[in-house]
């Protein structure tokens, strides 16, 4: 968790790219399986506001949150039924 900590830091005192930061957190969210969708959501809510204020991350930030809710239905369905 203090890396998380250390990374908000950075990215709050703009010492990272900001932009960059924010497309690696929307590549890190594609490319992780569902086993790691708590660490993405305290990733996307910690960054939230940034995400969804610029269109492209926005975008891509729905695209992927509808794409891992659907990994999640097939995952239970495949295990239910």
Do not use: H, N
Not at 2 to 19: N, P
Not at 35 to 63: C, H, M, N, Q, Y
Request: proline share 1%; glycine share 2%.
């Amino acid at each position: 968790m203090s890396r998380l900590r250390l990374v908000t830091y950075l990215y709050a005192e703009q010492l990272i790219d900001q932009t960059t930061f924010l497309k690696w957190c929307l590549t890190f969210t594609e490319k992780s399986s569902i086993e790691v969708s708590p660490i993405i959501v305290i990733l996307i809510g910690i960054f939230w506001d940034d995400l969804i204020a610029r269109r492209a991350t926005g975008r891509k930030l729905t695209e992927l949150i509808l794409d891992k809710v659907d990994q999640v239905l097939v995952s239970v369905a495949q295990t239910w039924f």
